[in-house]
């Protein structure tokens, strides 16, 4: 023990000598220091935008009112139909060039509010497509054709007559192959119910019975 004292103390007497320090060696279970806890606080969520809500195109109709939509593109026949299921009136109005046969512009244009019973003008791309004149239907009041023909998209140039009368004759006619949309008609009207009618079947007499 003493030898092992007096060995340290020499040692420790050159390192002094020499100018070496001794370095106390860390212990092995020394434990890292711990690292700081996360801070409790995050960055708040950003808001996730709500969806921009797209405005209608639904046309509207107040009392008498109808607001026009927007028909450029639309094939004239729908477009004129829904003017029609509104009550408002159509007036066609075609371009002597192009194919489309579809809505250009109105007047009033979109947007613009119509009153019932009004009229609507209705460019159309392209030249009026064809349309059959339909055949007289017997004993139809002519002012009634008149406007059955309106409504199938023909206009009516002038009643021949007295318009309550029956309708006998129609210029063009359904045997016309020239026809088309806007194509005016003069109706004759006249005492007669229009083209004859099938004349009925005669039933065939009863036979005389034999008396007794």
Known sequence: MFAVVVGFLACAAIGATL????TPTPRANAQPPASPPPSSSSAPASPTPS???TPSSTPTQSGNQYTLPDYSG???QDARNDLRNHKIGVDLVFNQSGTAQTVNHTVPGAGQSVSTGHSVKVFVNGPPPPLA???IQPNTVC???GSQLAALGFKIARYQGDRTKFV???SPDQNDPTTHWNTLITLT??????PPSSPPTDSPSPSPSTSP
């Open 133 to 135: 004149v339909p055949p």
């Open 74 to 76: 639309t094939a004239f």
């Open 19 to 22: 100018g070496w320090t001794l």
């Open 51 to 53: 969806p921009s809500q």
């Open 168 to 170: 006998t004759a129609e």
């Open 189 to 194: 009207c006249g005492d007669s119910g229009g």
């Open 143 to 145: 002012q009634t054709w």
